[in-house]
Protein backbone atom coordinates (compact mmCIF):
# COMPACT_ATOMS: atom_id res chain seq x y z
CA UNK A 1 0.00 0.00 0.00
CA UNK A 2 1.41 3.26 -1.14
CA UNK A 3 -1.07 4.99 -0.10
CA UNK A 4 -1.53 6.41 3.49
CA UNK A 5 -5.51 6.48 3.49
CA UNK A 6 -7.84 4.22 2.18
CA UNK A 7 -11.19 6.37 1.05
CA UNK A 8 -14.44 4.03 1.09
CA UNK A 9 -18.25 4.95 0.83
CA UNK A 10 -17.07 8.29 1.64
CA UNK A 11 -15.34 8.15 4.59
CA UNK A 12 -10.89 8.07 4.56
CA UNK A 13 -9.32 4.85 6.85
CA UNK A 14 -5.47 5.09 7.55
CA UNK A 15 -4.20 1.95 6.71
CA UNK A 16 -1.72 0.59 9.10
CA UNK A 17 0.40 -2.99 9.33
CA UNK A 18 -2.87 -4.74 9.40
CA UNK A 19 -4.51 -3.63 6.24
CA UNK A 20 -5.17 -6.35 3.72
CA UNK A 21 -8.21 -4.43 1.54
CA UNK A 22 -6.74 -4.38 -2.39
CA UNK A 23 -8.19 -1.93 -5.19
CA UNK A 24 -9.89 -4.91 -6.80
CA UNK A 25 -11.91 -5.49 -3.82
CA UNK A 26 -12.74 -2.20 -3.36
CA UNK A 27 -14.32 -2.09 -6.60
CA UNK A 28 -16.90 -4.60 -5.61
CA UNK A 29 -18.17 -2.76 -2.66
CA UNK A 30 -20.64 -0.31 -4.73
CA UNK A 31 -22.16 -3.41 -6.78
CA UNK A 32 -24.73 -4.24 -4.55
CA UNK A 33 -26.35 -7.29 -6.59
CA UNK A 34 -28.67 -8.05 -3.83
CA UNK A 35 -30.23 -4.93 -4.38
CA UNK A 36 -29.67 -5.18 -8.26
CA UNK A 37 -33.58 -5.86 -9.69
CA UNK A 38 -33.81 -9.04 -11.01
CA UNK A 39 -29.89 -9.92 -10.27
CA UNK A 40 -30.28 -13.76 -9.54
CA UNK A 41 -28.56 -12.65 -6.53
CA UNK A 42 -31.66 -10.22 -5.89
CA UNK A 43 -34.14 -12.75 -7.28
CA UNK A 44 -33.10 -15.26 -3.97
CA UNK A 45 -33.69 -12.68 -1.48
CA UNK A 46 -36.65 -11.32 -2.94
CA UNK A 47 -37.88 -15.27 -2.76
CA UNK A 48 -37.01 -15.67 0.48
CA UNK A 49 -38.19 -12.55 2.23
CA UNK A 50 -41.30 -13.52 0.27
CA UNK A 51 -41.80 -16.63 2.09
CA UNK A 52 -41.12 -14.95 5.29
CA UNK A 53 -43.33 -12.21 4.87
CA UNK A 54 -46.08 -14.62 3.87
CA UNK A 55 -46.14 -17.38 5.50
CA UNK A 56 -44.94 -15.84 8.94
CA UNK A 57 -47.30 -13.37 10.06
CA UNK A 58 -48.44 -11.44 13.76
CA UNK A 59 -51.96 -11.51 14.89
CA UNK A 60 -52.82 -8.42 12.89
CA UNK A 61 -51.78 -10.20 9.44
CA UNK A 62 -48.71 -8.43 9.66
CA UNK A 63 -45.01 -9.99 8.29
CA UNK A 64 -43.04 -11.13 11.76
CA UNK A 65 -40.13 -10.19 10.13
CA UNK A 66 -38.20 -6.71 9.21
CA UNK A 67 -36.09 -7.30 6.49
CA UNK A 68 -32.84 -4.85 5.94
CA UNK A 69 -30.60 -4.49 3.15
CA UNK A 70 -28.69 -1.90 3.10
CA UNK A 71 -26.59 -2.05 6.30
CA UNK A 72 -22.92 -0.69 5.63
CA UNK A 73 -20.35 -3.47 4.42
CA UNK A 74 -18.00 -1.88 6.37
CA UNK A 75 -17.71 -2.90 10.35
CA UNK A 76 -15.88 -2.37 13.47
CA UNK A 77 -13.39 -5.47 14.40
CA UNK A 78 -15.84 -5.22 17.64
CA UNK A 79 -19.07 -5.86 15.62
CA UNK A 80 -17.35 -8.41 13.43
CA UNK A 81 -16.06 -10.62 16.25
CA UNK A 82 -15.86 -9.03 19.77
CA UNK A 83 -19.55 -8.76 19.59
CA UNK A 84 -20.24 -12.41 19.35
CA UNK A 85 -17.26 -13.19 21.27
CA UNK A 86 -15.44 -14.89 18.57
CA UNK A 87 -12.23 -16.15 20.78
CA UNK A 88 -8.94 -13.57 20.45
CA UNK A 89 -7.35 -16.75 19.35
CA UNK A 90 -9.97 -18.10 16.74
CA UNK A 91 -8.68 -18.71 13.32
CA UNK A 92 -11.34 -16.52 11.26
CA UNK A 93 -9.73 -13.45 12.63
CA UNK A 94 -6.33 -14.24 11.02
CA UNK A 95 -5.20 -11.68 8.38
CA UNK A 96 -4.74 -14.15 5.66
CA UNK A 97 -8.39 -14.78 5.79
CA UNK A 98 -9.77 -11.28 6.06
CA UNK A 99 -10.35 -8.06 4.66
CA UNK A 100 -9.50 -5.64 6.69
CA UNK A 101 -8.88 -1.76 6.30
CA UNK A 102 -6.99 -0.98 9.26
CA UNK A 103 -6.86 -2.41 13.06
CA UNK A 104 -10.25 -0.80 13.51
CA UNK A 105 -12.58 -1.19 10.29
CA UNK A 106 -12.77 -4.43 7.87
CA UNK A 107 -15.23 -5.14 5.14
CA UNK A 108 -17.67 -7.84 7.53
CA UNK A 109 -16.68 -11.50 6.81
CA UNK A 110 -20.50 -12.83 7.64
CA UNK A 111 -23.57 -10.83 8.20
CA UNK A 112 -23.77 -12.10 11.86
CA UNK A 113 -21.80 -8.81 12.46
CA UNK A 114 -25.27 -6.86 12.99
CA UNK A 115 -27.00 -9.30 14.88
CA UNK A 116 -26.06 -7.24 18.20
CA UNK A 117 -27.19 -4.43 16.61
CA UNK A 118 -30.12 -5.17 15.08
CA UNK A 119 -31.29 -6.58 18.60
CA UNK A 120 -30.44 -3.09 20.14
CA UNK A 121 -32.66 -1.24 17.58
CA UNK A 122 -35.27 -2.81 18.88
CA UNK A 123 -35.92 -6.22 17.05
CA UNK A 124 -36.63 -9.49 17.94
CA UNK A 125 -37.46 -11.08 14.07
CA UNK A 126 -35.28 -9.63 11.11
CA UNK A 127 -33.63 -10.84 8.55
CA UNK A 128 -30.21 -8.77 7.12
CA UNK A 129 -28.92 -9.54 4.09
CA UNK A 130 -25.70 -8.30 2.55
CA UNK A 131 -22.66 -8.21 0.97
CA UNK A 132 -19.62 -10.08 2.86
CA UNK A 133 -15.52 -10.79 2.30
CA UNK A 134 -13.30 -13.41 3.08
CA UNK A 135 -9.86 -14.03 1.72
CA UNK A 136 -9.73 -17.26 0.30
CA UNK A 137 -8.29 -19.47 -2.60
CA UNK A 138 -9.71 -19.76 -5.80
CA UNK A 139 -11.66 -21.76 -8.14
CA UNK A 140 -15.47 -21.70 -9.62
CA UNK A 141 -17.28 -22.04 -6.22
CA UNK A 142 -15.54 -19.43 -4.31
CA UNK A 143 -15.11 -15.33 -4.58
CA UNK A 144 -13.75 -13.24 -2.25
CA UNK A 145 -17.03 -11.61 -2.18
CA UNK A 146 -20.49 -13.21 -2.18
CA UNK A 147 -23.42 -12.80 -0.03
CA UNK A 148 -25.27 -13.59 3.09
CA UNK A 149 -28.99 -13.49 4.45
CA UNK A 150 -29.17 -13.74 8.62
CA UNK A 151 -31.98 -14.49 10.51
CA UNK A 152 -32.71 -13.94 13.80
CA UNK A 153 -35.96 -14.59 15.90
CA UNK A 154 -36.36 -14.02 19.56
CA UNK A 155 -38.79 -15.49 22.04
CA UNK A 156 -40.58 -14.91 25.11
CA UNK A 157 -41.27 -17.32 27.52
CA UNK A 158 -44.85 -17.09 26.83
CA UNK A 159 -44.23 -17.15 22.54
CA UNK A 160 -42.46 -19.98 23.20
CA UNK A 161 -44.51 -21.97 25.44
CA UNK A 162 -47.87 -20.45 25.06
CA UNK A 163 -50.12 -21.69 28.18
CA UNK A 164 -47.78 -24.90 28.40
CA UNK A 165 -46.09 -24.49 31.55
CA UNK A 166 -42.69 -23.45 30.68
CA UNK A 167 -39.39 -22.10 32.10
CA UNK A 168 -37.02 -20.22 29.40
CA UNK A 169 -34.16 -20.07 31.70
CA UNK A 170 -32.20 -22.55 33.76
CA UNK A 171 -32.08 -21.96 37.34
CA UNK A 172 -28.94 -24.30 37.67
CA UNK A 173 -26.47 -22.58 35.35
CA UNK A 174 -24.71 -25.33 33.99
CA UNK A 175 -23.48 -25.86 30.04
CA UNK A 176 -23.40 -28.95 28.38
CA UNK A 177 -24.04 -30.44 25.11
CA UNK A 178 -27.29 -30.28 24.85
CA UNK A 179 -27.84 -26.54 25.84
CA UNK A 180 -26.00 -23.13 27.24
CA UNK A 181 -25.45 -22.30 30.95
CA UNK A 182 -28.79 -19.86 30.69
CA UNK A 183 -31.15 -22.05 28.88
CA UNK A 184 -33.36 -24.71 30.23
CA UNK A 185 -33.19 -28.08 28.03
CA UNK A 186 -37.16 -27.47 27.15
CA UNK A 187 -36.10 -23.89 25.43
CA UNK A 188 -33.24 -25.43 23.47
CA UNK A 189 -36.12 -28.05 22.33
CA UNK A 190 -38.88 -25.87 21.48
CA UNK A 191 -36.73 -23.43 19.52
CA UNK A 192 -34.48 -26.34 17.78
CA UNK A 193 -38.33 -26.94 16.48
CA UNK A 194 -39.12 -23.65 15.51
CA UNK A 195 -36.12 -22.87 13.49
CA UNK A 196 -35.87 -26.48 11.87
CA UNK A 197 -39.00 -26.02 11.04
CA UNK A 198 -38.96 -22.88 9.60
CA UNK A 199 -35.80 -23.37 7.48
CA UNK A 200 -37.20 -26.70 6.13
CA UNK A 201 -40.13 -25.20 4.64
CA UNK A 202 -37.80 -22.38 3.20
CA UNK A 203 -35.79 -25.04 1.29
CA UNK A 204 -39.33 -27.06 0.04
CA UNK A 205 -40.58 -23.14 -1.19
CA UNK A 206 -37.24 -22.69 -2.87
CA UNK A 207 -36.46 -25.83 -4.12
CA UNK A 208 -40.08 -28.33 -4.17
CA UNK A 209 -41.65 -29.89 -1.88
CA UNK A 210 -39.77 -33.43 -2.57
CA UNK A 211 -36.90 -32.01 -1.46
CA UNK A 212 -34.52 -34.32 0.91
CA UNK A 213 -32.89 -32.72 3.59
CA UNK A 214 -30.43 -33.59 6.53
CA UNK A 215 -29.33 -31.54 10.07
CA UNK A 216 -26.24 -32.28 11.25
CA UNK A 217 -24.48 -30.76 14.47
CA UNK A 218 -21.81 -28.36 14.24
CA UNK A 219 -20.19 -25.42 15.72
CA UNK A 220 -19.93 -21.83 15.78
CA UNK A 221 -18.73 -19.60 18.36
CA UNK A 222 -21.78 -17.58 18.13
CA UNK A 223 -24.55 -20.28 18.69
CA UNK A 224 -24.75 -23.85 21.39
CA UNK A 225 -26.27 -26.03 20.56
CA UNK A 226 -25.66 -25.63 16.36
CA UNK A 227 -26.45 -27.41 13.41
CA UNK A 228 -26.13 -26.82 9.69
CA UNK A 229 -28.73 -28.19 6.72
CA UNK A 230 -28.06 -30.13 3.68
CA UNK A 231 -30.15 -30.57 0.93
CA UNK A 232 -29.82 -33.65 -1.71
CA UNK A 233 -28.94 -32.13 -5.02
CA UNK A 234 -27.92 -33.81 -8.68
CA UNK A 235 -27.36 -36.95 -6.53
CA UNK A 236 -25.23 -35.05 -3.95
CA UNK A 237 -25.54 -33.75 -0.77
CA UNK A 238 -24.72 -29.54 -0.42
CA UNK A 239 -24.33 -27.42 2.63
CA UNK A 240 -26.74 -24.60 2.41
CA UNK A 241 -27.16 -23.13 5.72
CA UNK A 242 -25.56 -23.10 9.35
CA UNK A 243 -27.55 -22.10 12.37
CA UNK A 244 -28.22 -22.45 16.12
CA UNK A 245 -29.30 -21.48 19.85
CA UNK A 246 -28.00 -17.88 20.20
CA UNK A 247 -25.49 -17.17 22.73
CA UNK A 248 -27.12 -15.51 25.09
CA UNK A 249 -25.04 -12.95 25.95
CA UNK A 250 -25.26 -11.41 22.25
CA UNK A 251 -29.06 -11.15 23.69
CA UNK A 252 -28.15 -9.79 27.15
CA UNK A 253 -25.91 -7.04 25.29
CA UNK A 254 -28.46 -5.76 22.85
CA UNK A 255 -31.15 -5.57 25.93
CA UNK A 256 -33.01 -8.33 25.06
CA UNK A 257 -31.87 -10.63 28.06
CA UNK A 258 -35.10 -11.82 29.09
CA UNK A 259 -35.62 -13.37 25.45
CA UNK A 260 -33.62 -16.58 24.14
CA UNK A 261 -33.83 -16.96 20.35
CA UNK A 262 -31.56 -18.35 16.80
CA UNK A 263 -30.20 -17.32 14.41
CA UNK A 264 -29.14 -19.00 10.95
CA UNK A 265 -26.65 -17.41 7.77
CA UNK A 266 -27.72 -18.46 4.31
CA UNK A 267 -25.08 -18.08 1.63
CA UNK A 268 -26.54 -16.92 -1.53
CA UNK A 269 -24.77 -17.52 -4.28
CA UNK A 270 -24.66 -21.08 -3.36
CA UNK A 271 -28.29 -21.63 -3.40
CA UNK A 272 -28.78 -19.33 -7.08
CA UNK A 273 -26.18 -21.44 -8.19
CA UNK A 274 -27.69 -24.95 -7.56
CA UNK A 275 -31.64 -23.08 -8.09
CA UNK A 276 -30.57 -21.99 -11.48
CA UNK A 277 -27.63 -24.44 -12.61
CA UNK A 278 -24.78 -21.84 -12.58
CA UNK A 279 -21.72 -23.51 -13.62
CA UNK A 280 -19.26 -20.54 -12.32
CA UNK A 281 -19.33 -17.95 -9.24
CA UNK A 282 -17.80 -15.79 -11.36
CA UNK A 283 -20.78 -14.82 -13.56
CA UNK A 284 -22.71 -13.10 -10.97
CA UNK A 285 -20.23 -10.18 -11.73
CA UNK A 286 -20.56 -10.37 -15.52
CA UNK A 287 -22.46 -7.44 -17.06
CA UNK A 288 -22.51 -9.31 -19.99
CA UNK A 289 -26.33 -9.21 -21.24
CA UNK A 290 -26.33 -12.49 -22.53
CA UNK A 291 -25.91 -13.65 -18.61
CA UNK A 292 -27.95 -10.92 -16.79
CA UNK A 293 -30.98 -11.41 -19.76
CA UNK A 294 -31.30 -14.71 -18.40
CA UNK A 295 -33.04 -13.63 -15.29
CA UNK A 296 -35.51 -10.96 -16.61
CA UNK A 297 -38.97 -11.53 -15.91
CA UNK A 298 -38.76 -14.97 -14.91
CA UNK A 299 -41.82 -16.37 -13.23
CA UNK A 300 -41.91 -16.77 -9.91
CA UNK A 301 -40.77 -19.33 -8.32
CA UNK A 302 -39.44 -21.00 -11.61
CA UNK A 303 -36.27 -22.36 -11.60
CA UNK A 304 -34.21 -22.12 -14.92
CA UNK A 305 -32.08 -24.07 -17.31
CA UNK A 306 -28.67 -21.53 -17.13
CA UNK A 307 -27.73 -21.73 -21.22
CA UNK A 308 -23.92 -21.73 -20.90
CA UNK A 309 -22.42 -18.78 -23.32
CA UNK A 310 -19.11 -18.66 -22.91
CA UNK A 311 -18.06 -21.99 -24.22
CA UNK A 312 -14.35 -20.88 -24.84
CA UNK A 313 -12.07 -23.81 -23.81
CA UNK A 314 -9.83 -23.00 -20.82
CA UNK A 315 -6.13 -21.99 -21.29
CA UNK A 316 -3.63 -23.34 -18.75
CA UNK A 317 -0.31 -21.90 -17.87
CA UNK A 318 1.92 -23.52 -15.29
CA UNK A 319 4.45 -21.57 -12.69
CA UNK A 320 6.95 -22.84 -10.23
CA UNK A 321 9.29 -20.67 -7.85
CA UNK A 322 11.24 -21.45 -4.71
CA UNK A 323 9.89 -20.49 -1.45
CA UNK A 324 11.33 -19.39 1.67
CA UNK A 325 10.17 -22.06 3.96
CA UNK A 326 8.01 -20.80 6.90
CA UNK A 327 7.12 -17.43 5.35
CA UNK A 328 5.25 -18.52 2.14
CA UNK A 329 1.11 -17.54 2.86
CA UNK A 330 -1.05 -19.58 0.23
CA UNK A 331 -4.13 -17.03 0.36
CA UNK A 332 -1.53 -14.17 0.27
CA UNK A 333 -0.08 -15.93 -3.06
CA UNK A 334 -4.13 -16.31 -4.17
CA UNK A 335 -4.44 -12.29 -3.03
CA UNK A 336 -1.99 -11.27 -5.81
CA UNK A 337 -3.15 -13.69 -8.87
CA UNK A 338 -7.15 -12.70 -7.90
CA UNK A 339 -5.83 -8.62 -7.67
CA UNK A 340 -3.98 -9.07 -11.23
CA UNK A 341 -6.26 -11.36 -12.80
CA UNK A 342 -10.08 -10.16 -11.64
CA UNK A 343 -12.27 -12.19 -13.50
CA UNK A 344 -10.21 -13.94 -16.27
CA UNK A 345 -8.84 -16.36 -13.55
CA UNK A 346 -11.21 -19.61 -13.15
CA UNK A 347 -8.63 -21.43 -11.12
CA UNK A 348 -5.54 -22.07 -8.95
CA UNK A 349 -4.35 -25.25 -8.40
CA UNK A 350 -0.77 -26.18 -6.27
CA UNK A 351 0.14 -29.05 -8.53
CA UNK A 352 3.21 -30.10 -6.72
CA UNK A 353 5.89 -29.35 -4.36
CA UNK A 354 9.25 -30.27 -4.07
CA UNK A 355 11.93 -29.80 -1.67
CA UNK A 356 15.48 -29.39 -2.58
CA UNK A 357 17.66 -32.47 -0.72
CA UNK A 358 21.08 -30.10 -0.97
CA UNK A 359 19.21 -26.95 0.34
CA UNK A 360 16.04 -28.15 2.25
CA UNK A 361 14.61 -25.21 -0.01
CA UNK A 362 11.02 -25.75 -0.93
CA UNK A 363 9.69 -25.22 -4.66
CA UNK A 364 6.17 -25.20 -5.34
CA UNK A 365 4.40 -25.84 -8.79
CA UNK A 366 0.87 -24.29 -9.47
CA UNK A 367 -1.49 -24.72 -12.45
CA UNK A 368 -3.10 -21.74 -13.24
CA UNK A 369 -6.48 -21.91 -15.16
CA UNK A 370 -7.53 -18.80 -17.74
CA UNK A 371 -11.08 -18.03 -18.44
CA UNK A 372 -12.81 -15.19 -19.36
CA UNK A 373 -17.18 -15.37 -19.16
CA UNK A 374 -17.51 -13.30 -21.93
CA UNK A 375 -15.14 -13.82 -24.58
CA UNK A 376 -12.08 -15.80 -25.91
CA UNK A 377 -8.90 -14.53 -24.46
CA UNK A 378 -5.82 -14.03 -27.16
CA UNK A 379 -2.96 -16.04 -26.39
CA UNK A 380 -0.81 -13.19 -25.88
CA UNK A 381 -3.07 -11.67 -23.14
CA UNK A 382 -2.98 -14.93 -21.39
CA UNK A 383 0.70 -14.54 -21.95
CA UNK A 384 1.27 -11.04 -20.74
CA UNK A 385 -1.00 -11.43 -17.70
CA UNK A 386 0.73 -14.54 -16.73
CA UNK A 387 4.34 -12.26 -16.94
CA UNK A 388 2.34 -9.69 -14.51
CA UNK A 389 1.15 -12.25 -12.14
CA UNK A 390 4.90 -13.58 -11.95
CA UNK A 391 6.70 -10.27 -11.60
CA UNK A 392 4.53 -8.91 -8.59
CA UNK A 393 5.43 -12.28 -7.15
CA UNK A 394 8.81 -11.97 -7.39
CA UNK A 395 8.56 -8.08 -6.24
CA UNK A 396 6.16 -8.79 -3.36
CA UNK A 397 6.34 -12.37 -2.22
CA UNK A 398 9.90 -12.78 -2.10
CA UNK A 399 9.62 -15.89 -4.20
CA UNK A 400 12.05 -16.91 -7.05
CA UNK A 401 11.10 -18.38 -10.17
CA UNK A 402 12.21 -21.21 -11.50
N1 LIG B 1 -22.03 -16.52 10.32
C1 LIG B 1 -21.91 -17.93 10.03
C2 LIG B 1 -21.02 -18.11 8.80
O1 LIG B 1 -20.77 -17.17 8.09
C3 LIG B 1 -23.26 -18.56 9.74
C4 LIG B 1 -24.18 -18.54 10.94
C5 LIG B 1 -25.07 -17.51 11.13
C6 LIG B 1 -24.14 -19.59 11.85
C7 LIG B 1 -25.91 -17.50 12.25
C8 LIG B 1 -24.97 -19.60 12.96
C9 LIG B 1 -25.86 -18.56 13.13
O2 LIG B 1 -20.54 -19.18 8.51
Not at 325 to 354: K, Q
Not at 380 to 386: G, N, R, T, W
Request: hydrophobic letters at 35%; aromatic letters at 12%.
Amino acid sequence: HNNVTISLLDREYPVDNLTTITPTILSKVDRHLHNQYQHPIEIIKRRIVSYFSHKWVDSNGDPLFKSFDNFSPVVSLEQNFDSLRVPLDHVTRSKSDNYYINNQFMLRAHTSAHQRDTIALGHSQFLVTGDVYRRDEIDTKHYPVFHQMEGVELFTNEELFGNEQGSLFDPLKEETEEKQAEHSLETVLAIEKNLKYKLESLMQHLFGNNLQMRWSGTYFPFTHPSYELEIYWNDKWLEVLGSGVMRQHILVAGGKGSKAGYAFGLGLERLAMILFGIPDIRLFWSKDRRFIDQFINLQENSSLNYKPFSLQPPAMRDMSFWINNGEFEMNDFHEIVRDEGEEWIENVELLDEYQSPETRRKSLCFRITYRCMERTLLGEEIQELHTRITDRLQKEMSVSIR
